[in-house]
């Protein structure tokens, strides 16, 4: 049995610590060997090695040291050294904290310590740590303290944490909303100079052309060697002076630097003496992307750089990037703000300087105009009345849209003022109203003006004001189809309000708050015309404002929009006629032009000329074209929008159509594109008129597929010789169709006795015999299909053919493979056909055989000298149809040839393949006039696809 005092006893269990302590020579410390230690040591002992939680003991007068194994961890280099050594000198570094503290608990007080701050060294450098403790007295037999017991966990990690954290949460709420990038580097400087125990020194640049300039610092004087303002981005590693700040930038990735003094000198460490020994360089930015800029970070003299401090300044980093980011995006909206404020200023700077140079030759012009319409002695008659009051009409309202520019203008730059004068403003706005009256009665709308008199004179500009209502009543004109405009004015508090109420189309919610922004024109509402310059609310807007008023809207889609006008009242007593100026005359002749007027009789079609529709929305313009096209012996159709056109067009298809662009409703682009996906419209030429000028509107035009494109103002003679030559162009396009379908069908004839002799040689006994009479019946059914595609060519808008029952897309396909295999051989093509299910149509077989060939045929041609040169063919049923796919590796079709792919006769830019230009034509037109259609997706350098729907067969045919 071993001793009460053996060592091994006393010392039993504790791991690696009390293994420790049972092999230590304990004679030669302070406290003398095990076996003549007090049992109150023993004890303390004993429960600090068998507990899991850190703890030390401090014994005797020299405090001599015991620790277990959980504790070893918070010693660092110390331990094992630590064990049974007097506890000072050996934590000599911290026992000016430690002393008083030891004192306190040998006087007797137990003591407890939170996040209690302590700079050991214990990793070979003085170190920022922290420690949550408490110290107990340990009492000996004799009853005095002769022991300190300590229990320890080491809260450095959470501390820093939080402190960390903080500074995160700092440098997001400054940088939040930086308005330069400038600003973003000197807030985040700013908010790191608080938190300098993890930022000892820092260094914001950004680049700037091609340096990287200082935009802020942190702990060093501008004046430092180691804070260049500038340095160049090409700067090479002997030339830069501290910092590899372009290796950085360029890279966009971090550096860790090892050698700050010797770089930089003796640097601050924030609030301790040392200098920085590393420093972090961090890209501002991503590193896929072009970094903003560079930071320099000084690492604590007094902290490891471990993963956290990394993790931490990398948050830094990220945080001032994305104030880069957002302030770079704040400058560019200014920048966008500035520009459109600039663009705001200049157009309407130049158009008052245009309006002012077009007052004189206006007025030289409506001068004659109205002198010749007036004229009883050499009266004008007939057409050349017509003529000239349409250019007074004209000269009026260009003098309208003058002066409003001009009355902008003067807005603009300050320099109108309201001319106030006593005013009977319920007599004035009702005669404001009132003349549009004969406009409201001719449109089918109601007119209602309900303005009781006002208890007395208001002070108003009576132009202004009459520029207000007109603007409102027209407005509501222009998008009331029925129901009725209300136009009411009322004197409520102080205040007096005008309301303009329709029952019209209303406005979107969306563009409500734009409203009354100059040049803003609202999308996605009809009207009777989509004529206007944008600027009519905006200058209703500032002459309320100029009133000291405001102006608001209110509006349901679908139901109508009220438009409200309040002013500050400006009573006084009195009587006055104040009846509405001249200016009314010109807005009431514009919105009379906006109804369609009653079809002038035709003078009849002369031989040889074609019947043409007209559509363009301005009443004027349209009586003007029609009378053009009339004189040069047209049957002219007009209308007034492009959805009436083609509602037109599709009751009876006319030879050309003349479009405006810009319509209401169905705008000039969107009725070609209906044209064009109407079989028997779908050749129809059409020439688009549009008052855009310019190369870019002119492709725009041609390249969705338009004849021709009129740029306004054009000449008579101009638009008579496009609209012959659209015309001629197209009977030579019928020509050549109809001379294709008759020598489609005289080769039927030949083909038949072929048909007869190859059934005869295929029912011989010669094997030899059989074998070309069943080759000669396949090349005589190929030549069926591809008189079959011609006579469907030569047979543009024509019914759908009578259904030849169900036809099996597989075996064509197999046909049609068997019958291009020299072609897929010749360019070294491999064909697929796996995918092909064996779905029935109701396509003839030639017909599906003419599609399918064509669309091969095409890939083919396509695929020579192309490294991969694969076609794919897939069918599938879907619902009630069968969607049928060719898939090639090719050169691909550019986006420009894509919308014109399918027009007969078209070959894209740049195409080297020989053709005639027919075939993808012949398969629209084949597939439309049997209820299918096709599509086409393609990418440059990758490939395009063919996709064609047709309908399904009921019941299923066999092959042959």
């Known amino acids: 049995m071993t001793s009460r005092t053996n060592p091994q006893e006393v010392l039993a269990g504790g791991g690696e610590m009390g293994a420790r302590m049972r092999a230590l020579d304990w004679s030669h410390t302070a406290v003398g060997p095990v076996e003549g230690w007090p049992q109150s040591l023993r004890t303390a002992v004993s429960i600090l090695l068998n507990s899991r939680f850190p703890m030390m003991i401090h014994w005797g007068k020299e ?39 030891f004192e306190r608990v040998l006087a007797g007080e137990a003591t407890w310590y939170t996040d209690q701050l302590f700079l050991p060294n214990r990793h070979g450098f003085v170190e920022e740590a922290y420690f949550t403790l408490s110290h107990s007295p340990i009492r000996d037999e004799s009853g005095g303290i002769n022991g300190i017991f300590l229990a320890v966990t080491e809260t450095t990690a959470q501390v820093l944490g939080g402190r960390r954290l903080r500074a995160l949460k700092a440098l997001g709420e400054a940088c939040e909303n930086p308005p330069s990038t400038w600003e973003a580097c000197q807030r985040a400087a700013r908010v790191l100079e608080d938190y300098r125990h993890d930022v000892p020194f820092a260094l914001f ?3 700037d052309g091609g340096i990287l300039r200082r935009a802020a610092l942190v702990g060093l004087e501008e004046t430092s060697p180691a804070a260049p303002e500038v340095v160049p981005e090409d700067a090479g590693s ?18 860790t630097l090892e050698d700050v003094e010797a770089r930089a000198g003796a640097l601050p460490g924030g609030p301790w003496p040392e200098t920085p020994r590393y420093a972090l360089v961090l890209p501002l930015g991503e590193a896929s992307e072009a970094s903003a800029g560079v930071l320099v970070v000084g690492i604590s003299p007094r902290r490891p750089l471990d993963a956290d401090y990394r993790s931490f300044l990398s948050l ?21 703000a500035d520009a459109a404020a600039e663009l705001d200023r200049s157009k309407t700077a130049f158009f008052s300087n245009v309006s002012h140079e077009l007052r004189t030759p206006l007025t030289l012009l409506m001068g004659p105009l109205e002198d010749a319409l007036a004229d009883t002695a050499q009266s004008l008659t007939g057409t050349q009345r017509e003529r000239v009051d349409l250019a007074w009409r004209g000269a009026r309202r260009l003098l309208k849209l003058v002066g409003m520019v001009l009355d902008f203008s003067r807005m603009d730059a300050r320099r109108m003022h309201a001319a106030l ?12 109203a009132s003349t549009f009256e004969a406009a409201f009665q001719k449109a089918g709308v109601r007119l209602v003006i309900d303005c009781p008199p006002l208890p007395g004179l208001m002070r108003v500009d009576r132009e202004a004001w009459e520029k207000i209502v007109l603007n409102l009543v027209s407005n509501a004109f222009k998008f009331t189809f029925a129901g009725e405009v209300r136009v009411s004015l009322r004197w409520s508090e102080g205040r007096v309000e005008l309301a303009v109420a329709d029952t019209g189309t209303g406005i979107p919610e969306a563009e409500l708050p734009r409203l009354f922004e100059r040049f803003h024109r609202v999308k996605g509402t009809r009207g009777r015309s989509v004529e206007g310059s944008g600027i009519g609310l905006a200058l209703v807007r500032e002459l309320a404002r100029m009133h000291g008023g405001e102006v608001r809207a209110e509006s349901t889609p679908g139901q109508g929009s009220t438009f409200f006008v309040t002013l500050p009242a400006r009573l006084e007593p009195g009587e006055v006629s104040t009846p509405p100026g001249p200016l009314a005359r010109a807005f009431v002749q514009e919105a009379e032009g906006w109804l369609e007027s009653p079809p002038a009789p035709s003078s009849g079609p002369r031989a040889g000329l074609a019947h043409v529709l007209l559509a363009e929305d301005n009443a004027d313009m349209r009586a003007h074209l029609r009378r053009l096209l009339e004189e040069a012996g047209y049957t002219v159709e007009a209308v007034a929008d492009g959805q009436a056109a083609l509602e037109r067009a599709r009751a009876r298809p006319p030879e050309l159509v003349l479009s405006d662009v810009m319509m209401p409703g169905l705008d000039g682009f969107e009725l070609l594109r209906a044209l064009k996906d109407h079989a028997p419209t779908s050749h129809t030429p059409v020439i688009l008129l549009s008052a855009r000028a310019g190369q870019e509107a002119i492709v725009e035009g041609l390249a969705a597929g338009a004849s021709d494109y009129l740029v306004k103002p054009f000449s008579a003679r101009e638009l008579l010789a496009r609209v012959e030559g659209a015309l001629k162009t197209e009977r030579a396009r019928s020509d050549l169709d109809a001379f294709a379908g008759r020598i489609a069908h005289d080769l039927r004839n030949l083909l038949a006795p072929l048909s007869m002799l190859s059934e005869r040689i295929r029912d011989s006994s010669d094997e030899r015999a059989r074998w070309a009479g069943e080759r000669l019946e396949r090349i005589t059914r190929r030549a069926y299909n591809l008189l079959d595609g011609m006579l469907t060519f030569s047979q543009a808008g024509s019914a759908a053919k009578a259904s030849h029952g169900a036809v099996s897309v597989r075996a064509v396909a197999d046909d049609v493979a068997e019958d291009l295999s020299g072609a897929r051989t010749r360019v070294g093509a491999v064909l697929e056909l796996q995918d092909v299910e064996d779905v029935h149509v109701t396509l003839p ?56 792919i399918f027009e007969p006769f078209y070959r894209a830019p740049g195409a080297t393949a020989s053709g005639h230009g027919i075939g993808l034509a012949t398969v629209r037109r084949i597939l439309k006039a049997h209820g299918g259609e096709v599509s086409v997706q393609s990418v440059v350098d990758q490939g ?13 045919a066999t092959r042959g």
């Not at 830094?316 to 200014?334: K, Y």
């Open 63 to 101: 405090l001599t040291q015991f620790y277990n194994d959980a504790y070893a961890p918070s010693l660092g280099s110390k331990h094992p050294g630590a064990l049974g050594q007097a506890a000072y000198p050996w934590w000599s570094e911290i026992w000016d904290v430690l002393e008083p503290m």
């Open 421 to 432: 004068e006593p005013t009977d403003l319920s007599a004035l706005t009702a005669g404001c």
């Open 944 to 956: 395009t696809t063919f996709t064609v729907w047709m309908p399904r067969a009921t019941t299923a």
């Open 205 to 207: 640049y950004l680049r």
């Open 845 to 900: 077989r030639g017909l599906l055989y003419v599609v399918l060939a064509n669309l091969l045929t095409n890939a083919f041609k396509f695929m020579e000298g192309r490294p991969e040169r694969r076609v794919e063919v897939t069918a599938r049923a879907e619902g009630a149809g069968c969607v049928l796919t060719v898939r090639d590796t090719g050169p691909g079709i550019s986006a420009a040839a894509l919308p014109r």
């Open 238 to 255: 002997g030339t830069e002076p501290v910092w590899p700040l372009a290796l950085v930038a360029r890279s966009g990735e971090p550096l």
């Open 316 to 336: 830094v980093a990220g945080q001032v990037t994305t104030a880069l980011a957002r302030a770079r995006r704040a400058e560019e909206e200014r920048r966008q």
